[in-house]
């Protein structure tokens, strides 16, 4: 069983940013893809960004150029930089590992673990 554990959520204006962190359990990062998912109120929960073993990585459209994930494999860690934060990203942020992610953000039926998410608010 792999825990996920998030960190970094918070509150900010609209323009901030925020750095979202998740530590692995155990070393996963070469067996799997990593992903960050959000769900807002009333919304389903979405891809945000993804990054696979060999370090492609895929975005929504509605955060490129504003996200930014990476991982660092020393610390079984991967990180999601929002920047240029906007009040409709605000959402609960979950980090996700799926087995295969094929160059495009994963579907939530393909994900093998979850962490417990981490709220990030924007105010306007």
Do not use: H
């Amino acid at each position: 069983q792999v825990l996920l554990a998030e960190s970094g959520g918070g509150s900010v204006q609209s323009g901030g940013s925020l750095r979202l962190s998740c530590v692995a359990s155990e070393y996963i990062y070469g067996a799997y893809c990593m992903a960050w998912f959000r769900q807002g109120a009333g919304a389903e929960r979405e891809g945000v960004a993804s990054i696979e073993a060999d370090l492609r990585t895929s975005y929504a459209d509605s955060v490129k150029g504003r996200f930014t994930i990476s991982q660092d494999n020393a610390k079984n860690t991967v990180f999601l930089q929002m920047n240029n934060l906007k009040p409709e990203d605000s959402a609960m942020y979950y980090c996700a590992a799926a087995p295969v992610c094929g160059s495009e953000l994963p579907p939530t039926i393909a994900v093998g673990y979850w962490g417990q998410g981490v709220q990030v608010s924007v105010s306007s």
